[in-house]
């Protein structure tokens, strides 16, 4: 199936450049992410993938030595979430993250979710009441959770963990959600959850995935990136870069060819 | 077409396999209509026989390839131009086992024909004609698929039309020949039913390299035509 025009834009990184102090991590990258789906990362270990997606939370600010260069476009303000002036605590708030192992804190299950918004100076005990529930909803763990909520989080199994991360992420309403392998540590079974709750998630949200797994990008995914030693070599709808992608670098690495 | 090998040596050997056998059923349906055309022009109807048995093991490597890839998806999940490769082939066994029954059909109605007497003369040429254009086709669908060569394909698309036309022409005269001589309908009959399997057997041909065009560019040229007219 054919779409014709593009969506809007969610973001938008623009001659972005990243250095781990001399070492140069990320090498003029220029890509959209559109708004309200789901754009997957992929390439071979040590690319750049986690770099890069650690660039639209500014994750990269908690370490000395690292340095950015040109812009991350936020839309519809068009804010540049690399600029100084944006704090980025801020940020954090509209761009979530979700990492390859779960990582709950050591808390009961509704303090891991009610944490973000007390950061943000929420205390009414109804209002958190209400907006914990809505995001253990929103993390399809909910049904799971509901009659424990005073249990450690570190009680869950992983794929439960995983999501109660994903609901934690979700209680400050992000724009943007980050995932970094989320389902690497993970069964087949909770794998699918996670796919299936990626899928529901971009109704509301925007999504950003990196992913080893080729047949994960190819499933969740609407657009998809190639990198490689720190490029974008390629950019795309999903379904042309899986039947017919444009540049031999990218073909070789999804048909598990030598280049 | 992606010529590096994968890093998996196994997955490498499957995918030329598969090859392989494409190539040799292709080998099998030239030979069936080969020896069908050639039952028409001499007939020598003891033939038909032997293609009829051909056609059992064409269909049986039909069979066994779909099934290949079948195992090949499942434990490869085949990407990009692996993928392009074997959903082609999936599509070029179908239309080579439907070759091989048009030239089935043509070794039978030779069969009719001979056994209730003597070929007609004057249609040995012009359905002989279209006939060895057909098998043409044929050879150069495989030949495109075993080089990965779309130029060498749309040769083949483009030929499909002469054999069309050819076949169109040949219709004319058969029906004009009935009306003038009734006693000649029994035999006419039965060599529009040839005529009409050759041009299907071009049809086939058509859709092969149609198929080697997908594998090789991505595009999906069928019914292009059509489309543009429209
Ligand atoms: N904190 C750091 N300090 C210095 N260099 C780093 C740091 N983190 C990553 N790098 C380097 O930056 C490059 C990109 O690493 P990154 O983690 O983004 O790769 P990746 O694509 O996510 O790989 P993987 O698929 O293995 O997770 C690598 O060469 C890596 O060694
Ligand atoms: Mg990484």
């Known amino acids: 199936m054919q779409i014709h025009d593009n969506p809007a ?5 623009r001659n972005l450049n990243f250095y781990y102090g001399e070492a140069k991590a ?11 789906k789901v754009t997957a990362l992929i390439g071979p270990s040590g690319c750049g993938k986690s770099t890069y997606l650690r660039s639209f939370n500014r994750m990269h600010d908690l370490y000395p030595g690292n340095r950015y260069e040109g812009e991350i476009r936020f839309f519809p303000d068009n804010t540049n979430l690399l600029s100084p ?20 804190f050591p808390k009961s299950i509704y303090e891991n979710v009610a944490y973000g918004l007390r950061v943000r100076g929420e205390n009414n005990k109804r209002v958190l009441d209400d907006k914990v529930e809505h995001a253990l909803k929103g993390g399809a ?6 009659d424990r909520l005073q249990d450690l989080a570190s009680n869950l199994s ?41 899928h529901e998630l971009k109704k509301r949200v925007t999504i950003l995935i990196v992913t080893h797994n080729m047949q994960q990008a190819a499933r969740v995914s609407d657009y998809t990136a190639y990198m490689f030693l720190g490029e974008m070599i390629e950019f795309g709808k999903t379904d042309e870069i899986f039947i017919k992608p444009q540049d031999k670098r990218t073909e070789d690495y999804i048909t598990g060819r030598m280049g | ?28 349906v030239e030979t069936q209509i080969s020896a069908a055309i050639e039952a028409y022009s001499s007939g020598e109807v003891s033939s038909v026989k032997h293609i009829v048995e051909t056609d059992r093991k064409v269909n049986d490597l039909e069979k066994a390839i779909d099934d290949d890839c079948a195992h090949l998806i499942a434990r490869r999940q085949p990407a990009a131009s692996d993928l392009r490769l074997v959903f082609g082939i999936t599509k070029i066994v179908t239309d080579l086992e439907r070759a091989g029954d048009e030239a089935k059909k043509i070794a039978k109605g030779v069969r009719r024909i001979y056994e209730a007497g003597q070929m007609p003369s004057q249609y040995g040429i012009g359905v002989r004609h ?10 150069h669908a495989l030949d495109s698929f075993a080089r990965l060569d779309p130029q060498l394909a749309e040769e083949v698309i483009r030929a499909d039309a002469d054999v069309d036309t050819e076949f169109k022409s040949i219709m004319r005269q058969l029906i004009t020949h009935m009306m003038e001589d009734p006693r000649t309908i029994t035999t006419s009959i039965d060599i529009i039913w040839i005529a009409r399997a050759v041009e299907r057997i071009g049809d086939h041909a058509k859709n092969i390299a149609e198929h080697v065009v997908f594998i090789v560019e991505g595009r999906d040229i069928r019914h292009q035509d059509k489309e543009s007219k429209a």
């Open chain 2, 1 to 28: 077409m992606n010529e590096s090998q994968h890093l998996s040596s196994q997955f490498d050997e499957d995918l030329s396999g598969l090859r392989t056998h494409v190539l040799q059923m292709g080998g099998m």
């Open chain 1, 141 to 146: 763990i909910w049904d799971e959770v509901k």
């Open chain 1, 85 to 104: 002036e944006v704090d980025p605590i801020e940020v954090r708030m509209r761009v979530g993250m979700v990492f390859q192992k779960p990582n709950p």
């Open chain 1, 9 to 13: 834009l969610k973001a938008e990184a």
């Open chain 1, 26 to 36: 990320l090498k003029n990258i220029n890509m959209p992410i559109y708004d309200k």
């Open chain 1, 158 to 198: 992983g794929g439960q963990q995983q999501r109660l991360c994903i609901a934690r992420a979700l209680a400050t309403d992000p724009e943007l959600l980050l995932f970094d392998e989320p389902t690497s540590a993970l069964d087949p079974i909770a794998t699918a959850a996670i796919e299936e709750l990626v």
């Open chain 2, 130 to 139: 279209i006939a060895e254009a057909a098998l043409g086709m044929l050879r």
